[in-house]
């Protein structure tokens, strides 16, 4: 059973990879890739970045940059010509991202590159290059446990912006909800793909638990989390490591036995103020069938 579905589940991703190779001039359609995989766009994201190793934006961008390395190394097109057809607007845009992957300027890049074919290669996790079609897909830990959860109502703040700054929300939520009783078991969901979507426009809530008898607070909204069977993972370290601890967990859920759902959120067991980075512990749920 887990073969087949792990046949489907990485078929899915190659063929999004596949379409990404066939069409490198043109603007990448996040949103189809993630249609065609029957996910939604952040759940398509976290498992194409858990299996490939890096998004689906990041791969396209990357390819195009090796295709403009190796134009330099052996052509005598002009830098501006291949920085448009490498998809950027200007000659300047184009050299910031070029110094970025390869330490140097394109000019200086097209001096001295002149010794070995493998100089325009970037670092790919899948050991997927321009002008190649084999790679192999990683491999997750199927490090989750599965549970039964009941239906949860939050108590919630709204947050539109980046990821990184939801924390502004749980300050919010912290000074709205002083009256409620009992302990509190904060809780976040991110909603939107951050690579199809401005971060400025980003949607996110920072959340509480509440009973359903709860009278909750002038600005705070109610959500309501469905009860049903959830996947489950545990991460153990700073905030900033929790993109790729996601990925992992989507794509070992993505590649079992088990289709994913809808719903998914963050739980957390403390918090800054309470424990250092190392040892802040987050679950993460999905919704699985």
Request: proline share 5%; net charge positive; charged share 25%.
């Amino acid at each position: 059973m887990r073969a087949t579905t792990r046949t489907s589940a990485e078929a899915a991703v190659r063929a999004a990879v596949s379409q990404l190779l066939s069409s490198l001039d043109e603007r990448v359609d996040l949103g189809r890739l993630a249609r065609r995989a029957a996910l939604s766009p952040l759940h398509f994201h976290r498992v194409f970045r858990g299996l490939v190793g890096e998004t689906a934006k990041a791969l396209h961008r990357r390819l195009r940059l090796e295709r403009a390395a190796l134009a330099l190394r052996s052509t005598r097109q002009a830098v501006t010509d291949v920085a448009f057809a490498a998809g950027y607007e200007t000659h300047e845009s184009f050299t910031r991202a070029f110094v970025e992957a390869y330490g140097q300027a394109p000019s200086a890049f097209r001096r001295r590159a002149q010794t070995s074919s493998r100089e325009v290669l970037l670092p790919a996790p899948s050991g997927l290059h321009f002008g190649g079609t084999d790679f192999e897909l990683l491999t997750p830990e199927p490090a989750f446990a599965l549970e039964r959860r009941p239906a949860l109502r939050l108590a919630a703040v709204r947050h539109v912006g980046s990821y990184a700054t939801i924390v502004e929300a749980f300050i919010r939520l912290e000074q709205l909800s002083r009256a409620l009783p009992g302990p509190a078991q904060l809780v976040a969901r991110y909603l939107d793909d951050p690579e199809t979507v401005l971060t400025r426009s980003l949607r996110s809530e920072a959340g509480l638990v509440v009973s359903a008898r709860t009278r909750l607070p002038k600005g705070l909204h109610e959500v309501q989390l469905p009860k049903g069977r959830y996947a489950r993972a545990t991460h153990v370290g700073p905030y900033s490591l929790l993109g790729d601890a996601w990925a992992n967990f989507m794509a070992s859920v993505a590649t079992s036995r088990h289709r994913i759902g809808h719903e998914a959120f963050e739980r957390y067991t403390n918090t800054p103020e309470t424990a250092q980075p190392d040892s802040l512990i987050t679950q993460l749920y999905v919704a699985v069938e």
